[in-house]
């Protein structure tokens, strides 16, 4: 679901190997648009979708109460799809219009699978259909739990919040995401260089692709995961990759992995590019820097 970090929405492609700083720069004093994403029925409808997940799990809990509460699903998946159909068509760029394409299709196609499982159980809800149910559920409310997650950051990334950051702080911050629910967890490491410096961006938008950063690291073969604060002479940059021998020694911190699903690298690319940070991945490595202030 969207972090509660803000109250409204905030903007973000393809993946490609080497995704450079954007050419727009949006004001430091640019508000997240509330009016491209309707927030609050969109986390309603998340919600009532965890919410029928307890209730399909409670053997306590009847068929008429079920039934009951179908309606409220069947408005919330009309929001949703109004709401991801919409956003695809908002993106700043091609290149992220793209990419909202991508995550709108997968989107959809887990409403319609949810859909039809309501629309199958809607006329008899017996034992074999509400186990059925919950099993479609179960599986779509975490892919959109990963699609609410990906919007609310593609959003963001294109109406930026920035203000001056201290880097070994930012990473520090970025580490501290906690598993929710169903979410695994990785341990990493935080290797800080001699020298802190001071950058220019949205925290929110930062500490966000580090966490995806993370957790593409360990897709692409990553066991355990170090991030790097590296201050160069003119850029700040925090590296995200497999842990090496030599920081086997740093204290390991759980932290959330987040949920990868199809359109997460190409979503996570356009928004470094629409929040002008450089992102570079080579193997598990994932490099993300932006110009050094002090």
Request: net charge negative.
């Amino acid at each position: 679901m969207p972090s509660d970090e803000r109250s409204s929405s905030g903007h973000a492609t393809q993946p490609p190997s080497s995704v450079p700083s954007s050419g727009v720069s949006p004001s430091s004093s640019s508000q997240p648009p509330a009016e491209l994403v309707a927030w609050g029925p969109v986390r309603d409808a998340i919600t009532a979708i965890h919410n029928l997940e307890t209730l399909l799990k409670s053997p306590r809990v009847g068929a008429k109460v079920l039934s009951d509460v179908l309606p409220e699903l069947w408005a919330g998946a009309a929001v949703l799809r109004s709401a991801f159909t919409s956003a695809a068509q908002t993106a700043r760029t091609d290149e992220a219009l793209v990419a909202r394409a991508r995550l709108v299709r997968f989107t959809l196609a887990r409403i319609d699978e949810l859909e039809s499982s309501m629309r199958a159980s809607t006329s008899d809800l017996d034992t074999r259909s509400r186990l059925a149910l919950e099993q479609v559920v179960a599986r779509v409310r975490v892919d959109l739990d990963a699609c609410t997650e990906l919007l609310d950051l593609a959003e963001r990334a294109e109406n930026v919040l920035p203000t001056e950051l201290a880097l070994e702080e930012l990473a520090r911050v970025s580490m501290r995401g906690k598993a929710r629910g169903a979410d695994k967890e990785i341990a990493v490491r935080l290797a800080l260089d001699a020298d802190d410096c001071v950058l220019r961006a949205d925290p929110h938008v930062f500490k966000r692709l580090v966490v995806f950063a993370v957790a593409r690291a360990h897709a692409a073969g990553a066991t355990a995961v170090t991030i790097r604060v590296r201050c160069a002479v003119d850029r700040a940059s925090i590296e995200v990759g497999a842990t090496v021998d030599a920081e086997l020694a740093l204290p390991p911190l759980p932290t959330r992995l987040v949920r990868r699903i199809d359109p997460t690298d190409a979503i996570v690319d356009a928004a470094a590019r629409s929040a002008s940070i450089d992102a570079v991945v080579s193997g598990t490595t994932i490099t993300l820097s932006v110009p050094r202030m002090i």
